[in-house]
């Protein structure tokens, strides 16, 4: 997208335009890479959005790529899941279940880190271990309780991957943040704008662990738009067209109240 006449932020623009096109001519225009610019980007747009609340330029920036990552995301479809230790449990909203058995053999050891480290969001006034403008893992569970993961990872393990979101050596999943019931209603990565007060929020729901079908983006919405107070124009949501359900095969068979476990 070109900005034509008096922008003040042209530099900046111009400044990412540049990289996405050498990336492109580099790797080709499906790169990653240039997911990541556009991650950059939008974060660094909507930052500058708060201190400039009525730019045209900036609303019409956002908005593009916005569509740009959209876009994106609707494109990646990762291997279809066979065998998927879940299970949905409620369809509306739906609400799904990660396998006890796979829990307990793979993240005990260090779930209880992980619990003592997660904080439960009750309002638009972040808590002073999150941080803004840097992705966090959050999961919105089944009573609707938005809970975030306050150690924060990078936006090249955003794009390409939380190898190295860690502890003990064993990654760290978005079921250890439910570990009572393993259950939740949309989970993924979020950067919040703005610090005490969230402007603006980036958020997706990329999950391997409970691979959420497209209709989790009305959740997101909804938590966004009553918790933080944002409007619509305010709340980017990217949801993964490869979670589709038709391309999830879940095994994971639940009994009419599945047993509980304390963290």
Not at 21 to 42: C, K, T
Not at 206 to 235: E, N, Q, T, Y
């Amino acid at each position: 997208m070109r900005v034509n006449g008096f922008n003040p932020h042209q530099e900046l623009f111009q400044r990412y335009d540049d990289l996405a096109e050498m990336l492109a001519f580099r790797y080709g225009p499906g790169s990653q890479g240039i997911v990541f610019v556009l991650y950059d980007q939008l974060i660094a747009l909507r930052r500058l959005q708060v201190r400039d609340p009525d730019s045209f330029v900036l609303r019409a920036w956002i908005s593009d790529i916005g569509r740009r990552l959209r876009q994106r995301y609707d494109e990646e479809f990762p291997a279809p899941a066979v065998e998927h230790p879940t299970a949905i449990v409620a369809t509306d909203p739906v609400v799904i279940e990660y396998s006890r058995h796979e829990f307990e053999e793979k993240y005990r050891l260090v779930a209880e880190v992980v619990q003592r480290e997660t904080v439960q969001l009750d309002g638009p006034v972040l808590p002073a271990s999150i941080q803004d403008g840097r992705p966090h893992m959050y999961v919105i569970d089944e009573d609707g309780r938005f809970l975030v993961w306050s150690r924060s990872f990078s936006f090249e393990e955003l794009v390409f991957g939380r190898n190295k979101a860690t502890v003990e050596g064993v990654p760290v999943g978005h079921p250890m943040l439910v570990p009572g019931r393993l259950r939740a209603s949309a989970a993924g990565e979020i950067v919040f704008v703005g610090k005490p007060q969230v402007n603006a929020v980036v958020i997706n729901n990329k999950s391997g662990h409970f691979r959420f079908p497209p209709s989790s983006r009305g959740v997101i919405l909804d938590r966004c738009r009553r918790l933080f107070g944002l409007p619509d124009d305010a709340i980017d949501i990217f949801i993964v067209g490869g979670f589709e359900e038709r391309l999830v095969q879940r095994s994971l068979v639940v009994e009419e109240r599945s047993e509980e476990v304390g963290a």
